[in-house]
């Protein structure tokens, strides 16, 4: 399981409404790990300026790993949480996540992120069982 669903969230999952505070707040609860690193990317965005800001240090246990896998491969946790810290979200591999302004003018660089050029260039022999 992925999330810790308190029974009132899942009495408003079963009712039909949800409050997108109270699913954010479950995944800040339920995955720390991935919470605090993109919490900290936004935090390193909006301090240091640029286009983007990304981690590449390799979590640093498979708890850690499932989290940001879980965390970002779910699109409705995914979607939450870039409209919760106003950004938009990328990840490569099992650790490389990074964190974009909602700028029209960081488009480029996204793409550039995004693409299977950005993802075979941030390969490693280290990485391949992430």
């Known amino acids: ?3 810790d669903v308190s029974p009132a969230l ?14 954010v707040d479950c995944v800040k609860n339920s995955l720390p790990y991935a919470w605090e690193m993109i919490s900290s990317l936004v935090t390193r965005l909006q ?6 800001a990304d981690n590449q240090t ?11 896998l879980r965390a970002l491969a779910s699109d ?12 938009r979200l990328a990840f490569q591999n099992c650790h490389r996540v990074a964190v974009f302004l909602l700028d029209n003018s960081v488009d480029d660089r996204h793409a550039r992120f ?4 950005g993802q075979l260039l941030n390969q490693s022999p280290v ?4």
Request: charged share 30%; glycine share 12%; aromatic share 6%.
């Open 1 to 3: 399981m992925s999330l």
């Open 114 to 117: 995004t693409s299977v050029r």
């Open 127 to 130: 990485l391949r069982d992430c």
């Open 10 to 23: 899942l009495e408003q999952a079963e009712r039909g409404e949800v409050d997108e505070a109270a699913f």
């Open 76 to 87: 409705a946790i995914r979607g939450a949480l870039e409209r919760h810290f106003g950004v």
């Open 58 to 68: 390799p979590p640093p246990d498979e708890q850690a790993r499932g989290q940001l």
């Open 47 to 52: 301090v240091d300026g640029g286009e983007f």
